[in-house]
């Protein structure tokens, strides 16, 4: 079976965790299953690499083609419209596209199927591609383009006339199926509620004593990890420490809040408990999970943070805010604490829970193996052969 995945949500050689889980997917699937695959991740056009232009240079930096782990990736230019371009974003990218497309079915990769991500823009692009080729369709959704974009009128029937025109849907939680439905998707259309997995090789237990000597760490050590953005709560995390005067924090991570976080720190007198680590790479972020004794994920929206297995794989428990698929994910004391209340006194008072009663590491490790990629690849394999139309058993 040949597949398109197609998704604006993908690694490349500038934004290298840029939708790190679609692509963690995919290479699973790959890896498991008799399927070829082949990515389309468009990124926004820009005239000029010069730094002074930020995140927008990024993208013109970006290779129009590339290979990753023995996949081609490929990355066709859309126009953005600063303003209005949340609207027109869909047909904007979709009118990029599709001669993108025609042009690989015209070079011999006449695929099966489209594997969309990301309902908007990206799935409703997809789902514009599909009827105009007559290519049969699956979208992902994975978070805010379910809870946070359907607040806008037009995103909103968009997204609801791409979920129709889809064959089949997954979701990667339980939680963002019943909004999909509450938000009037059809209870006849199949939604398969298909969960991230983690990667239990690349993520596992170490020997935490030389990494903390390395990293000069004494004192018990919190962890946020994420974009350095409002909605992670990395000051939450930060004003949190204000209560846990034995306890240091490590954030890990780039983006536009860094200053302000930075300021953060030195006016609440953090300086010497509070370290910024910038961008990790996933060998780098495995023994950073393994030399914390907690990871703290403060957000106010995750369809299904990946964060939170890769420490547990490592044996490190979590202290999560209860939104969306967290829940799904910590269900078991062994894996850590959910808090209620998104402050930095429930974070505090989190931390102060999970270490009163602080797990076996070996124990939050076997709690994490039951999330593998295995059953998951399986049933996204099922799903994207079933749609296809072709016969295929692993």
């Known amino acids: 079976m040949k597949i398109l995945t197609y998704t604006t949500l993908y690694p490349n050689d500038v934004q290298l965790r840029h939708g790190i889980f679609i692509e963690q997917r995919l290479r699973h699937l790959l890896a498991q299953t008799p399927v070829e695959a082949k990515v389309v991740a468009p990124v926004p056009w820009f005239p000029s690499t010069a730094q002074r232009f930020g995140g927008y240079a990024d993208y013109a930096r970006v290779a129009r083609q590339e290979r990753r782990h023995g996949i ?17 974003a869909p047909a904007l990218l979709a009118a990029a596209s599709l001669p993108f497309i025609k042009r690989l079915i015209a070079d011999g990769y006449d695929f099966d199927v489209i594997d969309a991500h990301y309902f908007y ?12 080729l007559g290519k049969p369709l699956v979208i992902t959704a994975r978070g805010s383009d379910v809870h946070q974009i359907p ?7 968009m997204i609801l006339w791409a979920a129709q025109q889809a064959d089949q849907v997954i979701t990667v939680c339980e939680a963002l199926k019943e909004e999909l439905i509450k938000l009037g998707v059809s209870e006849s259309k199949t939604i398969h509620a298909l969960r991230n997995g983690v990667d239990l ?4 237990p170490k020997p935490r004593a030389p990494i903390r000597q390395a990293m000069n760490l004494s004192r018990p050590t919190l962890l946020s990890v994420g974009n350095l953005i409002e909605l992670k709560g990395h000051h939450l995390v930060i004003e949190a420490m204000q209560q846990l005067p ?9 983006g536009q809040e860094l200053q302000n976080l930075q300021a953060l720190v030195a006016k609440l007198q953090l300086g010497d408990r509070v370290r910024f ?23 106010s929206r995750e369809g299904w943070a990946n964060v939170l297995l890769e420490s547990m794989a490592c044996g490190t428990p979590v202290v999560a805010t209860k939104i969306w698929g967290t829940p799904e994910v910590v269900r078991s004391a062994d ?18 829970q999970l270490f009163a009663h602080y797990p076996d590491r070996q124990a939050t490790r076997h709690y994490a193996e039951g999330f593998s990629w295995d059953d998951t690849v399986a049933k996204v394999y099922a799903v994207l052969a079933s749609v296809s139309g072709i016969q295929q058993t692993l």
Do not use: W
């Not at 894996?335 to 429930?346: M, Q």
């Open 246 to 254: 034995d306890h240091q924090l490590l954030i890990a991570g780039g």
């Open 277 to 299: 680590l910038g961008t990790l790479t996933h060998p780098q972020l495995a023994d950073v999970y393994n030399a914390a004794d907690a990871l703290i994920l403060a957000s």
């Open 335 to 352: 894996a850590g604490v959910l808090i209620g209340e998104r402050t930095a006194d429930g974070i505090a008072q989190g931390v102060r």
């Open 121 to 132: 823009p990206d799935g409703v692009a997809a789902a514009i591609v599909a009827k105009a």
């Open 72 to 88: 081609d990736v490929y990355h066709p230019r859309y126009p953005v419209i600063p303003k209005i371009g949340m609207t027109v």
């Open 201 to 204: 090789q690349a993520f596992c």
């Open 151 to 157: 607040q806008y009128a037009l995103p909103k029937k």
